[in-house]
């Protein structure tokens, strides 16, 4: 669950347990470790997405976007080889991995993270609290971290702890 302030009014989050975020994929040989290395490179992006309108921002202005109706068009059209590179949520990306191991598709560069929460009832603080303890046992173990390179490619990192 993504955590906003209208959210925060009517329940209480526990720690962040997954990492969610929206990021650039291409295959492990295409050299990208910044967003100038985008420069005249095709990128998939779905039409009016917040990938497409993030990358603008940081991104030089020779990225050659192509915009499909809608995320899984995109991603067609990048796993056919329509595109060198997609811009997509790590949950898309992720299924992207899975399902065409062949393609050696990777995290290149983050877009913007918004890490993952679990909701609770206002005032439930020994629930918060239990679950608190268990994504921090399962964090230190390694445990979210191997679950996260496993279905989302790259590791959970450090997720925002709350008060």
Do not use: C
């Amino acid at each position: 669950l993504g955590k906003n302030p209208e959210r925060e009014k009517v329940i209480d989050f526990t720690h962040a347990y997954a990492p969610f975020f929206q990021a650039v994929y291409a295959p492990k040989s295409l050299a990208i470790k910044s967003f100038d290395d985008l420069g005249g490179k095709t990128i998939a992006v779905a039409k009016g997405a917040m990938e497409e309108q993030e990358l603008m921002k940081v991104g030089p202005a020779s990225m050659d976007f192509k915009r499909y109706e809608d995320q899984a068009a995109a991603t067609s059209a990048f796993v056919a080889g329509q595109t060198q590179v997609i811009a997509t949520s790590v949950s898309n990306a992720g299924l992207i991995i899975q399902k065409n191991p062949s393609l050696g598709v990777e995290y290149k560069l983050l877009i913007k993270d918004s890490p993952n929460f679990i909701g609770v009832a206002k005032g439930e603080t020994a629930l918060r609290s239990k679950v608190n303890e268990i994504i921090l046992a399962a964090k230190k173990d390694g445990t979210l971290d191997k679950l996260a390179q496993k279905w989302l490619g790259r590791p959970a990192g450090d997720l925002p702890l709350t008060e």
